[in-house]
């Protein structure tokens, strides 16, 4: 979603700041701009569309200074024009960069028109800026000011303000969006995440929810929520992995599919023995694992399909119940808890707001301890959970999941294991799931091993508008990932059904125009499923099967056949995931979208 970049240096920040703006286009935007503080006033560009546009009118005018915000911006609230785009002003003097929402927006707007300020455009932004404005007429201190106009805002936020006459320093604050501050040698950065910062810096500082900071060249001053001054730890970032970097690959998504091997070792690394699950990944207080009675996962999109697999695993390895739900749903109904549950949420970024929301929500409500699995060590989803196991996939790049999804449920399924131990599962079963987990990097390769055939029917899908995608089992909600996958990147309509359900209603849909995807596991719902694919070939449907040799499905008249790498039981919804993964990917690059930035979506998606 928006990205936010302000830097206050000794050497001009124009490029430092459309840099950082470039560095945060893959979290999904609309326009740009950047506002530049000289010694002449707050100068300022804004572009509808890519940071290229951006840089052009750089090239046409250049700007410089030393203090300057950058946005991109992802519309909540107004179209996506040059207009509404960020920063905004208040007068030609001060200018706001703007990460959320403000819920009360339309009251503040009333009362600002009252008291003559004109609106120049129709976002929820523009009223914090001309709050600070007419709050600078009392309280001429633009930190001072900052903070009183900050406590009449409800919703969510992440700012950058810059002021003319303010020629040492800057301010920026975050409630409900992340920011992070980047600390160099004379001269110091703010950021929606570390991403945009790391070509000037690997120091950073990760705000708490309510911190305003005062930036100047030789120091960052953090005052928490009560105004009072706080020091926060600086940790250094990992280069390690360069996320920035497509190698080989044309799109991001391609080269985090071809990832998923390596990052799926890296989350095992460590988490599993030879013969058991290694408890002691949940830190120190792994003892919560043996008062669990019930799990309540929550997470939103991608990772919302990965709590439905878990579900399947929980409560068949650990014979307890578990319930999965939508954050944005949850967050807002009154939830019962039964005595000694887990509280488990998912979530790539660690930022998602709805999931946030629903974390903050069940620790009034007596669960027995939460648990976040996460991508990012440093979000505030980590920060705010108990318990947190990482998913170590590096940085995703693209918007649509990959290597983060399949990470996610191999974190998971070493979370079943770890309830199940201490609810009777025997140490030969666990053995033996620990064995199938070692193998799944080496399946995952032979997995990718059909990307040549995938890309070949990948073709058959470009002009249609419609696919269907059947599962059961776990299954289904790799089959609800699946069509998830190829709406997000190839803009074509498609639904998930459980195989069952075919038959009480989606059947009215299947004609010689419908492609239907069934993924068909060899296990013992096998023959059920069969039954399934023949309603469909009974009415012309086009079938693609993904399944292994053993099921003696193959290609026929009616049936384009995949196969699959024949896994255990366990493993199947996370191998199952790599093809679809990869028609999704064919079908777009065909149809010659966005692969890495989809219309409309975003990354980590910050606003409710
Ligand atoms: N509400 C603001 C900012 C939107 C945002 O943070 N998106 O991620 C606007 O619409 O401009």
């Known amino acids: 979603m928006c990205g936010i970049v302000g830097a206050i240096a000794r050497r001009n920040v124009a490029k430092i700041l459309l840099e950082g703006l470039s560095r945060l286009e893959y979290r999904g935007y609309d326009s740009s701009g950047v506002a530049i503080n000289n010694l002449d006033g707050v100068s300022s560009h804004r572009a509808v569309g890519k940071v290229q546009a951006l840089r052009d009118k750089f090239t046409a005018e250049p700007l410089d200074g030393k203090i300057g915000i950058a946005h991109t911006r992802w519309a909540t609230h107004g179209k996506p024009t040059e207009a509404n785009a960020h920063p905004h002003f208040s007068g030609e003097d001060l200018a706001l960069v703007h990460n959320g929402i403000i819920e009360n927006h339309e009251p503040l707007r009333r009362e600002l028109k009252a008291k003559g300020y004109e609106f120049k455009s129709e976002t929820d932004t523009e009223v914090i800026v001309h709050l600070i404005h007419d709050a600078l007429k009392t309280e001429p201190d633009l930190l001072k000011a900052v903070q009183n106009v900050l406590t009449k805002l409800h919703g969510a936020f992440a700012i950058g303000v810059v002021k003319n006459d303010e020629n040492g320093r800057f301010i920026a604050a975050r409630k409900g969006s992340p920011l992070v501050v980047g600390v160099g040698i004379e001269e110091n950065f703010i950021a929606s995440d570390q991403l945009a910062l790391l070509h000037v810096t690997d120091q950073f500082i990760f705000l708490e929810e309510g911190d305003v900071v005062e930036l100047t060249r030789d120091q960052v001053t953090i005052f928490d929520e009560k105004g009072e001054v706080q020091e926060r730890p600086i940790s250094v ?24 091997s390596s990052v799926i070792s890296a989350c095992l690394e460590g988490r599993i023995s030879e013969t058991k699950v290694l408890t002691s990944c949940f830190g120190a207080e792994s003892e919560f694992l043996k008062d669990i009675e019930n799990v309540h996962i929550v997470a939103c999109g991608t990772s919302y399909h990965a709590g439905m697999v878990a579900k399947y695993w929980i409560e068949d390895l650990a014979g307890i119940p578990c319930s999965v739900e939508v954050a944005s749903e949850y967050r807002y109904r009154k939830v019962a808890v039964p005595k000694k549950t887990l509280f488990l949420t998912l979530s790539q970024s660690g930022e998602t707001a709805d999931t946030l929301a629903a974390l903050r929500m069940a620790k009034e409500l007596g669960y027995l301890t939460t648990l976040a699995i996460c991508n990012v060590p440093s979000s505030t989803l980590v920060r705010e959970s108990a318990l947190t196991l990482l998913t170590n996939a590096g940085p995703e790049i693209g918007v649509a999941s990959t290597k983060a999804f399949t990470t996610q449920l191999t974190a998971l399924l070493i979370t079943s294991v770890a309830i199940a131990v201490e609810n009777g599962l025997s140490a030969e079963k666990e053995q033996e799931l620990v064995q199938a987990m070692r193998s799944l990097p080496a399946y ?59 038959k009480h209603g989606p059947l009215a849909l299947v004609d010689e125009d419908m492609p239907i995807i069934a993924l068909v596991p060899h296990n013992d719902m096998l023959d059920k499923l069969k039954s399934n694919l023949q309603e469909v070939a009974a009415r012309g449907g086009e079938l693609y099967v993904f399944a292994d040799k053993e099921t003696d499905l193959h290609n026929e008249d009616n049936i384009v056949f995949t196969e699959v790498p024949k896994v255990d039981r366990i493993l199947e919804p996370i191998v199952h995931t790599i093809p679809l993964q990869l028609l999704s990917y064919h079908v777009a690059v065909v149809k010659g979208t966005d692969v ?12 409710e």
């Open 237 to 260: 970032f990992n280069h390690n992995v360069d996320a920035t970097d497509k190698g080989e690959f044309r799109h991001y998504m391609m080269k985090e599919i071809y990832e998923q």
């Open 444 to 502: 995952i390769n032979d997995a990718l091993a059909q990307d040549a055939h995938i890309k070949v029917i990948a073709d058959r899908f470009a002009n249609k508008h419609n696919a269907l995608f059947l599962g059961r089992g776990t299954m289904f909600p790799i089959a609800l990932e699946g069509s998830l996958k190829l709406k997000e990147i190839s803009y074509i309509h498609a639904e998930a059904y459980p195989a069952g359900e075919l």
């Open 596 to 607: 890495d930035q989809p219309r409309n979506l975003a990354k980590s998606v910050t606003v």
